[in-house]
């Protein structure tokens, strides 16, 4: 995994990831697919095409019900966000309002 400082393009998109949610694309993986099917769940995982967080879940197949999720964050991602946060106090912004404070920085001119 690369130990480069993100760019300012990637740093702004996860931001964006942090504050409006991923973006998810369809994304097998059929090593893990393969190990993880079974006759009762369905094996599932999407790539986010901004921030590539992998999210993998079991879906019951006949019960449409999330048995199991779990994510798979990129160093990037979480350290941007985590140098986001603590560049606000957080005894006075939950890491949301950091988020959106960074965000009305960035893309809103404020
Ligand atoms: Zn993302």
Redesign the pocket.
């Known amino acids: 995994m690369s130990t480069r400082p993100p760019t300012k393009r990637e740093t702004e ?2 931001l ?3 504050l409006l ?4 694309e369809d994304y097998p993986q059929d090593d893990w697919h393969i190990d993880m099917q079974s006759i009762v769940d369905m094996p599932v995982s999407f790539l ?6 992998i999210k993998r879940e079991l879906w019951g197949r006949n019960s449409g019900i999330v048995v199991s999720r779990n994510y798979v964050y990129s160093l990037g ?1 979480t350290e941007t966000l985590r140098g986001i946060r603590d560049g606000y106090d957080s005894n006075a912004y939950t890491s949301r309002q950091s988020f959106r404070m960074e965000y009305e920085r960035r893309f809103l001119g404020s």
Do not use: A
């Open positions: 998109e996860y964006r990831c942090g949610g991923h973006e998810w986010c095409v901004r921030c590539q967080t991602y």
